[in-house]
């Protein structure tokens, strides 16, 4: 037998057992269908209770979902109203360093900017922030001084004024529509001069404590100066190092909140001073038109007084009415009415929207009760400063709550360290 035959044989002996163990096989299938009874497809079993992840026991799973969710919110706000609580105790009892650093936060935003112009100008920066706090110190100081001389000059007209415009109220009281007689006119003469010497005693404490009072102003002062020096020139490196405090995962969001956070409170900060000066600017000149007493004066009030939004504007609006009800008459204080209430629908309508843009949007509701809860819980400076924190934590809970950009799988990741070999 050649060669060739032998090799056809073997591939035909090869094809043959494979044949015959594939007929072996289906017939092993068929032999096992016909033994092996059909069973119905059952549904599947209910699940379990305990399945639920939000459940640790039969019992939870017994109560409604509903209820149960109501109850994890309640017990986290719980929490966090607890915390929160314990936070305000702690910076009522700091309060006399928590709010010089408030202040010098405040101005450190206003004062960036200049610091920031004599930087390029190749300035060294400890040089640079204290040139700019120079000049802004005696910018104040020379408002003050200008304030209170034309008040300390003008006190006395203004005092004879006054009780002219009580003698009028009085008669007013008599012959007005009140018809009030002599004698009730007295006895609530008498009564506000009971409530004054019933509160001697408090307010003779009150002077008592002035050398306290004073000895915390000043305090507060030189750390409002000092650290608003060390915020202008190591602010970044400040923020850097608390920064590093924090886990890795956290650092770039942390970072960049706190960068967006900044940004808005500056923009807050310049854009309220630039809308407290229209302010000032277009009351002191309606004052100044219509001859009331002191003008720059009350110009410096509605400016100081706009950093308290809607609020601010108001009572110092009105501490101008009366001094010019007082000095002109009903014709020339319902005048200056009209001129406090337009500066301030300019405000509200063209100045605020334009100036601050939507960086620092937030709603009138919002500004009252912040300002109303700051006056609360810390005064005039509570009222100062809410607005602006409000400003700032809506910017930082934004920032926050983003997704951190992802790192699409084909980019090129620059690294400082060379390629190991």
């Known amino acids: 037998m050649s060669r060739f035959q032998r090799v056809r044989d073997n591939l035909r002996r090869a094809y043959e057992s ?37 459940t640790t026991s039969r019992d939870d799973a017994e109560v409604p979902h509903a209820l149960r969710i109501a109850a994890a919110w309640s017990w986290r706000l719980i929490v966090v109203g607890v915390v929160g609580w314990a936070l305000l105790r702690f910076v009522g009892i700091i309060s006399i360093v928590m709010i010089p650093l408030a202040i010098a936060l405040l101005l450190s935003a206003l004062l960036a900017p200049a610091v920031g112009w004599l930087l390029k100008l190749k300035v060294p920066r400890s040089l640079a922030t204290f040139l700019v706090l120079i000049c802004g110190l005696a910018a104040v100081a020379g408002t003050l ?53 019933a509160n001697t005693s408090s307010l003779t404490s009150t002077g008592i404590s002035t050398a306290a009072t004073l000895a915390e102003i000043l305090t ?122 337009a500066v301030q629908q300019l405000e509200g309508h063209v100045l605020q929207p334009l100036i601050m843009g939507r960086a620092v949007a937030i709603h009138p509701l919002v500004v009252i009760i912040g300002i109303a809860s700051g006056v609360v819980v810390a005064g005039i400076i509570g009222a100062l400063v809410s607005v602006p924190l409000i400003a700032v934590l809506n910017t930082a809970v934004r920032r926050l709550a983003r997704r951190r950009p992802e790192i699409p799988p084909d980019a090129v990741v620059v690294t400082a360290e060379p390629p190991a070999s």
């Open 18 to 54: 494979g044949r015959e163990s594939v007929r072996i096989a289906r017939a092993e299938r068929e032999r096992q269908r016909d033994v092996e009874p059909e069973v119905e497809f059952a549904p599947p079993p209910p699940p379990d209770p305990l399945d639920n992840q939000s």
């Open 220 to 341: 507060g002062g030189l750390l409002v100066l000092f650290s608003t020096f060390f915020f202008l020139r190591d602010g970044r490196k400040i923020w850097r190092f608390l920064v590093r405090l924090f886990p890795v995962n956290a650092r770039w969001s942390l970072s960049d909140a706190g960068d967006a956070s900044w940004s808005t409170l500056g923009a807050y900060v310049r854009a309220t001073v630039l809308v407290a000066f229209i302010d000032a600017t277009g009351i002191g000149l309606a004052l100044v038109i219509l001859n009331v007493p002191f003008p720059f004066p009350l110009a410096a009030l509605v400016f100081l007084g706009a950093f308290i939004p809607i609020v601010g504007a108001s009572v110092s609006g009105a501490v101008a009415v009366l001094v010019a009800l007082v000095d002109q008459g009903w014709v020339i204080a319902l005048i200056v009415l009209g001129a406090v209430i």
């Open 145 to 197: 001084t200008l304030v209170v001389n034309q008040f300390v000059d003008g006190l006395p007209n203004l005092t004879d004024k006054a009780s002219d415009g009580i003698r009028q109220i009085q008669n007013w009281a008599r012959t007005g529509p009140l018809h009030l007689s002599d004698a009730q006119v007295d006895k609530a003469i008498d009564q506000a001069q009971s409530w004054i010497n």
